[in-house]
């Protein structure tokens, strides 16, 4: 007799033994829920980025619960145990099958004994609640709360304490943690009517006339009547600032997973040729059907940006590798893999392919630097290093409209979650001086 969830726990689990083990988790639940139904698979990917995105939080309170250290336990139980009080603290899922199905599937894995402290910590859990004091006190410790409850790492609080007051920190750390919707951006005339249907249901986004929330439905769902790609607001507001006068050659540099250059290549028009390129040909391999669906006549080639493999282009746009700090509730598991060493060596990459990429740029052209991150070095920062070393550039400015609040003083686009209420983003549009020739 099948359990009730059972597949969906036991394949969230999988997910999370793959992102221990390095694997992002987007990948990971693409591998590990592949075959499950409709169903079983949302909630399968409910329990592992849900747990994924909360393990701070979770590791706060299980600390109280087990009589060892968390470091010392087997790694595969400690799984099951975030899985578990997941379910207890942040579903509705009924408390005896939370605790039932998540035992069973830790005993069929790691035997009895494991399945017995799993059983003795999360009927605990259940019946007392959450102990006071379990977490630090919100308004005499705010860091402490922020990185204890609000499951984000110390030194990116810290960060953004020093940044931003402590009310805008607090709604970022809420958006982080809430699970995200999905997002559309329209292609061409395209009216959200016809992906409307049986089971299917669309709204509009304020702000973003293009942009549609999926309310109901799944995205494969709606897509097979919609022409369309999965992008959001502030994903889509970075192909608006680009601006819809592109001249080609283009390039877009870092292209997977693909959206932008859907979305630019339309707005390109007859702009040729038209390169996506991306150093990951994994990537490239699964943004292509999309691709060439959305946006045909797109070149697909895989090339690292550091060195371009084209000798010239009118417009580039570099959507480029970041720390993500901008969607930490989109990708969970960013949010424990970037650290303070990893963020230096992302803007010394970044340096690089900026470099690289401006060569590429005549008189007269476009060069777009944008990423998915909130942190200064990436960002303003990235782009007055690169102007220093690059006296030819200057920015721009926008060259669409885009949004409301959107831009800086500077002319850059800047999106930040607890203003927007949307993904984070960043871009800047710089020209290099003179004319075309």
Request: aromatic share 4%; net charge positive.
């Given at each position: 007799?099948?359990?009730?969830?059972?597949?969906?726990?036991?394949?969230?689990?999988?997910?999370?033994?793959?992102?221990?083990?390095?694997?992002?988790?987007?990948?990971?639940?693409?591998?590990?829920?592949?075959?499950?139904?409709?169903?079983?698979?949302a909630l399968a990917l409910e329990l592992?980025?849900?747990?994924?995105?909360?393990?701070?939080?979770?590791?706060?309170?299980?600390?109280?619960?087990?009589?060892?250290?968390?470091?010392?336990?087997?790694?595969?139980?400690?799984?099951?145990?975030?899985?578990?009080?997941?379910?207890?603290?942040?579903?509705?899922?009924?408390?005896?099958?939370?605790?039932?199905?998540?035992?069973?599937?830790?005993?069929?894995?790691?035997?009895?004994?494991?399945?017995?402290?799993?059983?003795?910590?999360?009927?605990?859990?259940?019946?007392?609640?959450?102990?006071?004091?379990?977490?630090?006190?919100?308004?005499?410790?705010?860091?402490?709360?922020?990185?204890?409850?609000?499951?984000?790492?110390?030194?990116?609080?810290?960060?953004?304490?020093?940044?931003?007051?402590?009310?805008?920190?607090?709604?970022?750390?809420?958006?982080?943690?809430?699970?995200?919707?999905?997002?559309?951006?329209?292609?061409?005339?395209?009216?959200?009517?016809?992906?409307?249907?049986?089971?299917?249901?669309?709204?509009?986004?304020?702000?973003?006339?293009?942009?549609?929330?999926?309310?109901?439905?799944?995205?494969?769902?709606?897509?097979?009547?919609?022409?369309?790609?999965?992008?959001?607001?502030?994903?889509?507001?970075?192909?608006?600032?680009?601006?819809?006068?592109?001249?080609?050659?283009?390039?877009?540099?870092?292209?997977?997973?693909?959206?932008?250059?859907?979305?630019?290549?339309?707005?390109?028009?007859?702009?040729?040729?038209?390169?996506?390129?991306?150093?990951?040909?994994?990537?490239?391999?699964?943004?292509?059907?999309?691709?060439?669906?959305?946006?045909?006549?797109?070149g697909i080639v895989a090339m690292d940006?550091?060195?371009?493999?084209?000798?010239?282009?009118?417009?580039?746009?570099?959507?480029?590798?970041?720390?993500?700090?901008?969607?930490?509730?989109?990708?969970?598991?960013?949010?424990?893999?970037?650290?303070?060493?990893?963020?230096?060596?992302?803007?010394?990459?970044?340096?690089?392919?900026?470099?690289?990429?401006?060569?590429?740029?005549?008189?007269?052209?476009?060069?777009?630097?944008?990423?998915?991150?909130?942190?200064?070095?990436?960002?303003?920062?990235?782009?007055?290093?690169?102007?220093?070393?690059?006296?030819?550039?200057?920015?721009?400015?926008?060259?669409?409209?885009?949004?409301?609040?959107?831009?800086?003083?500077?002319?850059?686009?800047?999106?930040?979650?607890?203003?927007?209420?949307?993904?984070?983003?960043?871009?800047?549009?710089?020209?290099?001086?003179?004319?075309?020739?």
């Open positions: 007799m099948k359990r009730d969830g059972g597949p969906a726990r036991e394949a969230a689990r999988r997910v999370l033994a793959d992102v221990r083990a390095g694997a992002y988790a987007d990948r990971a639940a693409e591998r590990r829920l592949e075959g499950l139904d409709g169903r079983d698979r592992a980025y849900g747990t994924i995105r909360l393990r701070g939080r979770l590791d706060v309170e299980l600390a109280r619960r087990v009589d060892r250290p968390l470091a010392k336990l087997d790694p595969r139980l400690l799984d099951w145990l975030r899985l578990g009080l997941y379910q207890l603290r942040e579903t509705r899922i009924p408390a005896h099958a939370a605790v039932h199905e998540t035992v069973a599937g830790a005993r069929a894995e790691l035997g009895r004994g494991a399945a017995g402290l799993l059983n003795a910590v999360l009927r605990n859990a259940e019946r007392e609640g959450i102990p006071e004091g379990t977490f630090p006190d919100r308004e005499r410790d705010p860091e402490g709360w922020l990185v204890a409850h609000g499951s984000h790492p110390a030194w990116l609080v810290r960060r953004w304490l020093a940044r931003w007051p402590l009310a805008d920190v607090e709604r970022l750390v809420e958006y982080d943690n809430r699970p995200p919707s999905v997002t559309l951006r329209l292609l061409g005339g395209t009216s959200e009517e016809a992906g409307e249907g049986s089971g299917v249901r669309l709204e509009t986004v304020p702000g973003h006339p293009r942009t549609r929330v999926i309310r109901e439905g799944t995205p494969d769902r709606v897509l097979r009547g919609l022409r369309a790609v999965v992008q959001d607001p502030a994903a889509s507001a970075v192909v608006d600032y680009v601006g819809p006068r592109i001249e080609g050659p283009v390039l877009d540099a870092c292209a997977a997973p693909g959206g932008k250059a859907a979305v630019l290549a339309e707005l390109a028009g007859g702009a040729r040729p038209f390169v996506a390129a991306d150093r990951s040909v994994e990537r490239l391999r699964a943004a292509a059907g999309g691709l060439r669906r959305a946006a045909p006549g797109v940006a550091r060195r371009p493999a084209v000798r010239r282009a009118m417009t580039v746009l570099i959507d480029a590798p970041c720390s993500g700090t901008g969607v930490l509730g989109r990708r969970p598991d960013a949010r424990w893999r970037t650290g303070a060493r990893r963020l230096g060596s992302l803007v010394g990459l970044q340096a690089e392919i900026l470099d690289a990429c401006a060569e590429l740029v005549p008189p007269g052209g476009v060069l777009v630097y944008a990423t998915c991150s909130l942190e200064h070095e990436e960002n303003e920062g990235q782009i007055d290093a690169f102007l220093e070393r690059w006296p030819p550039f200057e920015r721009a400015g926008p060259g669409g409209p885009v949004a409301p609040g959107l831009l800086t003083e500077r002319g850059d686009l800047e999106a930040l979650p607890f203003r927007t209420d949307t993904d984070g983003a960043f871009a800047s549009r710089l020209r290099r001086k003179g004319e075309a020739g």
